[in-house]
C-alpha cells in the first residue's frame, strides 16, 4: 500500500459542505450553458435587435444562434488533451475566461460579423466549460450521491436558461438598443464569477493521483471524507484509485484517442450516442427557439417571450425529481420513460399546429411545458452524467470530450436547421424529432447498462470485463500485501448476480434486462 500521510486540513470547509460548494462553483459552468441557450431565443424577436440587424432572415438568425457550437465543438474535442495537461480546476479557469471574452464581444459588437466571431469565441468557452464540469464533478462525488450531484448540476443549466429568458423579458420594455446588449452583457459578469471561484477550488484527486502528485491528491480526498487524515474510507478511496492508476500504467498501451477506441468502443458509442439523442430528441428547438414556436402557435411579440419564460419556471422545477430518483431508480428507467413522455408531447405539437384551431395556441403551450418538463427529468441530466460515469479514469477525459464534442455537433446541426425547416415542413418537424424519442428508448432499453451506485473504479464489471477484473487483482496482490475493495472473486461475484437476479420482479427485469443492475459492492464476508 502507497505510505502517504498528509498534515491536518487547513481548509475551512471539509467534507459534505466542500462538496457542496464545489460543486456549486463548478455548476456555474453549466449555468452558463443554459443562460447562453437561452438569451439568444428572446433577443432575436426583439424589435430593436431586428433593426440594428437589419431585419436578418432565417439563415442568418440560425448562423448567429448556431455557430456558437461551432466553438464548443472544437474545443470540447481539444479539451479532452487540454484537461489532462492543466488538470480539470485550470480547465474550468481557462474556459471561463474566454466565456467572458467571447460576452464582452457580444456586448459590444457593432454588426452581424462580429457578433459571430463574439458567439464564436464564446463558444470556444462553453466548449471547454461543458466537457471539464462533468468529468470534474463525478471525480470528486462519492458513488451513492454521484447521480444526484450531477443531476443539480444540471439544474443549474436549466436555471441559467429560465434565467436569461426572464431577462430577456424584463429588457424588452427598454426603448433602445440596450434591450439586447443588457442580456448579453450578463455573460461577462457570470464568466467573471466563475473564473474567480475555480481559483480557491481544490483540484480532482484523481486528476492529481493520475500525475502522480500523491500527497495533494490524499489532501483532497481526506477533505472531502472530513478532514481526519487517519479516516479509513479516505484512505481506502486513494488506494482504490492508485492501484487502478498503476495497472492502467503496467499495461503499456498508451493514452491515445485511437488506444480508447481500440480498448473502449462500446464505452465510447454508447456516451456519444446519450449526448446525440439528447438533441435528436428536440430540446433545442425549444430552448433556442421557444419564441418562435409559440409564435408560429399564435402568440405574437412580448407575449411569445413570457409564455417561454413561464415554460423556463416549469421547465427548471421538473429537473428537482432526479437529485431523489436518480440514485435510487437508476439512469435507464428515467431514460426510458423521458423518452416515451417526450415523443408523445412533439406528435400532439405537430398534431395541434397541423389541425390549427382556436384552442391551438393553448394546446401548443401545454405541450411544449410537457415536453420540457419530461426532459428537464430525463435526457437533459442523465447524457452529462453517463460518459464520466462509464469511462475509465485514463481515457475519461478524451472520452468525455469526444461525447461533448458529439453534442455540440448535433446542437448546431439542430440550431441551424431548425428556422429554415420550421417554414419548410412546418407542423413536421415536432413529430420528426418525436420518431427520434422512439429510437433513443430503444437503444436505451436494449444497449445501455445500469450504473447507479457502482465506484468509477468498478465500472469493469458494470460492462462485463471480469476477466479484466481477474487479471487486475492478480497483479494487485503481487503489489501490495492489502487487498483493494474493488477485486471481487468472478465466481462469486457472477453467484450472486445470478441469485439477485432471480429475485428480481418481472417489472424489473424488463426495465433492466440483463444489464448488471443489480451490482453491489463486495462485503468484507465475500473476500
Known sequence: MVDVAPPPSRRKLVGQPLLYAISVFASLGVFLFGYDQGVMSGIITGPYFKQFFNTPGPIEVGTMVAVLELGALATSIAAGRVGDIIGRKGTLFTG???????????TFTT??????????????????????????QSEISPPNHRGALACMEFTCNVFGYASSVWVDYFCSFIESDLSWRIPLFLQCVIGSILAAGSLVMPESPRWLIDTDQDVAGMDVIVDLHGGDPNNILAQAEFQEIKDKVIYERELGEGRSYAVMWKKYKRRVLLAMSSQAFAQLNGINVISYYAPSVFEEAGWLGRDAVLMTGINGIIYT????????????????????????????????????????????????????????????????PIPWLYPPEIMPLTFRSKGVSISTATNWAFNFIVGETTPYLQEVITWRLYPMHGFYCACSFILVYFLYPETKGVPLEEMDAVFGEEERLDYESERASLMSNTRSPSIRS??????????????RGWVSR?????????YQPIGEGDE
Open 96 to 106: 471561463a475566461i474566454v466565456f467572458t471574452i467571447g460576452g464582452a464581444v457580444q
Open 111 to 136: 454588426g452581424f460579423y462580429v457578433m459571430i466571431v463574439g458567439r464564436v469565441v464564446s463558444g470556444c468557452g462553453v466548449g471547454l466549460l461543458s466537457t471539464i464540469v462533468p468529468i470534474y
Open 317 to 380: 422545477l421538473s429537473t428537482l425529481p432526479p437529485w431523489y430518483l436518480v440514485d435510487r431508480w437508476g439512469r435507464r428507467v428515467i431514460l426510458l420513460s423521458g423518452a416515451v413522455i417526450m415523443g408523445i408531447s412533439l406528435g400532439f405539437t405537430g398534431w395541434w399546429m397541423y389541425i390549427d384551431v382556436p384552442a391551438t395556441p393553448n394546446a401548443v403551450v401545454a405541450c411544449v411545458i410537457v415536453f420540457n418538463a419530461a426532459f428537464g427529468y430525463s435526457w437533459g
Open 490 to 503: 468472478g465466481s462469486v461475484h457472477s453467484n450472486s448476480r445470478r441469485k439477485v437476479a432471480t429475485e
Open 510 to 518: 424488463l426495465l433492466y434486462r440483463d444489464d448488471r443492475s443489480t
